[in-house]
């Protein structure tokens, strides 16, 4: 049964000029349960029906017939408020998770429709710094939502692995490198002679058109030593960004980055000149989108080489053929925007009417407390420093409060990195923020290490509970306890959550629902005796204990956490 459901059929009913999905979209859930379980605010109803939001509640509710799944419905300042049947949201939400277990708000709305999900995305040779956190951490996130509520999803990194960067890196290398150096230290090498390249341009400029040059060498092929370059710079960036992706427990389908579509870059740029879209503008060729206030798109540099758009119109278009995908998410940052408009207004202009199945997940940015992030200027807190200081930094909290803690390390690694995951999700996606060290490594208040320990502690009173919960629970016991049904109310609202968070692509609708729990939870566990209570009450509240870790666990997974038994 869902409760939500039967109070928008019952105002439905007495609403004809309202479809039901307005009338769902309006209820809410009040902020005081003993102001009820649903309220429908009535103050949009005042022009239709030209009375004061407040008679119009108190003449709704007169018509609206008391059931078996709705104990009593009532006016309160405006609001038709409702007070469903104690029971039997106990009954359905209890029995409910525990029969589905870890498959508990999972659902076949994606019917198993291919959904690509693009995320992280670093550039090879540049450090995997703080600024990585925000894509890498929401696009997991969505990967794993839209895998929970039934899509097929398949993760690509698409590494930033081509462009004239590389042109740049390899003539700083081949002026100023020592390769014996930068094998010992490949990033950071690497970095310093990329932040160097830039000092020696601005006093040379031909230096820019140099590296130019080397990249139009690596795009055609025509120099195998600037290949061999490009190619050993790829794969120390790699084995730099795997342990960070290990630490993450991330794994992709797919690191097709940009080179793997320069082959597929001359079919799209013959497409553009079949359907007479390409102008010549200063040798170069773009596509001029000034009717749709934009700047025009730039497809060819003067020189022949390629670009960001021409790689990812390409790879846009190999996604379409290889996985006929339902839809084709981005999660890239919010200064990316003007590019993705531009690129998906092409493909229309191409005929391409699956363009409006790629959406951009944009998000705000990050900078430090002293200025913003510059790969440029060597300005960057690198991430696996920020995971290794959160992971160093719970160690030394575990050994204070609980030393003997089996596998310590392990539990330090997911509580460390789960902190920093939680914190990246705990905000919309869209703001901007600041990033600090203080911040990132408290372990307070509203946290992910919070709702780590909180699952710990219901797998901590399951253990010496041993209770046998497949044997009949009284439901009623539950039904009375306003502590437990607050928590019961707020794990029936899952698959809800799951679907706000994937229609609207944010994870941290996910995040405030697990804390929800939490602290619901919590606050039944210290007002209520669950292990020292008579064993018909034990074995129920036991129950609604497990139901909580089940929904705690599988929440975190969505959210790329790990659940500790422990901590």
Known sequence: MDFKQVVTEHLKQVIPDMSESEIEQLIEVPPNPEMGDYSFPCFKLAKLY???????????????????????????????????????????????????????????YGQNRNVVVEYSSPNIAKPFHIGHI???????????????????????????????????LIVAIRRWGDREEIAKNPINELLKLYTRFHDEAEEDPSLEDEAREV??????????????????????????????????????????????????????????EKMDLLKESQGAQIVDLEEFNMPPALIKKKDGSTLYITRDLAASKYRKDHYDFFKNIYVVGSPQELHFKQWKKVHELSGYDWANDCIHVAFGTI?????????????????????????EKTKEIIQQKNPNLENLDKVAEQVGVGAIVFQELSNSRIKDYTFSWDRALTFEGETGPYTQYTHARCCSLLERGKADLSEEIDYSILAKNMDAINVIKRIDTFNEVLMRSANKYEPHHLTRFVLDVCQAFNKFYHDNPILSAKEEEKRAYLALVKCTKIVIKNALWILGMEAPEKM
Not at 136 to 157: C, K, L, M, P, W
Not at 235 to 263: C, H, P, Q, T
């Open 367 to 391: 900078s430090l407390e002293d200025g913003v992030l510059s790969t440029r200027k060597g300005r960057v807190v690198v991430l696996e420093d920020v995971l290794r200081k959160s992971i």
């Open 50 to 108: 030209r009375k004061s939001p407040n008679q119009i509640a108190e003449d709704l509710a007169k018509q609206i017939s008391v059931t078996d799944s709705i104990e009593s419905v009532s006016n309160m300042g405006g609001y038709i408020n409702f007070v469903v049947n104690k029971l039997l949201l106990a009954t359905k939400v209890i029995s409910n998770v525990l029969r589905e277990g870890d498959n508990y708000g999972k659902c076949n």
């Open 215 to 272: 990249f139009h060498q690596l795009e055609e092929k025509t120099d195998q030593d600037v290949v061999d370059f490009w190619q050993w710079i790829r794969d120390v960036s790699m084995a730099e960004f795997n342990r960070v992706y290990k630490l993450l427990g991330i794994e992709y389908d797919s690191w097709a980055g940009e080179s793997f579509y320069s082959d597929k870059m001359p079919a799209i740029v013959e497409h553009l």
């Open 134 to 168: 925000r894509s890498t951490a929401i696009g997991h996130a969505i990967d794993r939502i839209y895998e929970f509520i039934g899509f097929n999803t398949i993760s690509v990194n698409h590494l930033g692995d081509y462009g004239t960067q590389f042109g740049k």
